[in-house]
Every structure is written in structure tokens, then in C-alpha cells.
Nanobody
Framework: QVALVESGGGLFQPGASLRLSCAAS???????????MAWFRQVPGKERELVASIRFVTGRPYYVDYADSVKGRSAISKDNGKNTLHLQMDGLNPEDTAVYYC????????????????????WGQGTQVTVSS
């Protein structure tokens, strides 16, 4: 049974930084495995959109991808020892307000140009991020 538990959401001032974490348990998202982990976000009335993804082949990072809206101010990373995924995002603006979801697939998805929600097998419960003064 795979479980993804997010933390780090909350209320942020414009221009601030956040660091989201996702603790993963179960599954084979570790050493010597092919898999993908990602952060998505969703606002009411809109589709869930990719924020950032990191794909692993035999446990090594293979490809990292960011949405254009966060590129250059975000960093996705994984602590393999703690099996925890992180998202660092700087220069927050009100358009970053959304529910952020941790996501995972037991495949490396190397044939995908960009990971979509249709590629995801496991989702966290989501954490609310609100950017407002």
C-alpha cells in the first residue's frame, strides 16, 4: 500500500518562499528502481496541473521538468534516505495559490515529454498553499 503524505503548506506573503515535503511509504520508490515523483497543483474549477516532476531510472535521477510558470524559481528534489520528496519555491505570488498534491508512478515515464495527471498512480491528500498579503 503506497502512501504519500504532504506537509509544508500554509499562508505565505507574496515574495516569500515555501518548502513542501512529501513522505512516501510502501511501493518501490527507492534505490535501483524506475519511478517518477511529482508535484501537481489545482485550483477550484481548473484541471490539476504539473508543477514539477523528477523521473528516476535504476534509482538515479534521469530527468527533471518544471512548469513554465515556476521554472527558474523552483526546485524539486528527493531525499532517498528518508524517501521524502521536496519542492522549494521562491518568489511566491498570488497565482501560486492552490492545493498542492504529491504524486507518484512506478514507471520512469521516459517516453513522455511531460508528465500529466493521467500518468500518475498514487496521490497524496493535498496541502493548501495560499499566497496573500
Amino acid at each position: 500500500q503506497v502512501a504519500l503524505v504532504e506537509s509544508g503548506g500554509g499562508l505565505f506573503q507574496p515574495g516569500a518562499s515555501l518548502r513542501l515535503s512529501c513522505a512516501a511509504s510502501g511501493g518501490t520508490f527507492g534505490y535501483y528502481s524506475d519511478y517518477t515523483m511529482a508535484w501537481f497543483r489545482q485550483v477550484p474549477g481548473k484541471e490539476r496541473e504539473l508543477v514539477a516532476s523528477i523521473r528516476f531510472v535504476t534509482g538515479r535521477p534521469y530527468y527533471v521538468d518544471y512548469a513554465d510558470s515556476v521554472k527558474g524559481r523552483s526546485a524539486i528534489s528527493k531525499d532517498n534516505g528518508k524517501n521524502t520528496l521536496h519542492l522549494q519555491m521562491d518568489g511566491l505570488n498570488p497565482e501560486d495559490t492552490a492545493v498542492y498534491y504529491c504524486a507518484a508512478s512506478p514507471r520512469s515515464l521516459t517516453d513522455r515529454t511531460r508528465v500529466t495527471s493521467f500518468d500518475i498512480d498514487y496521490w497524496g491528500q493535498g496541502t493548501q498553499v495560499t499566497v496573500s498579503s
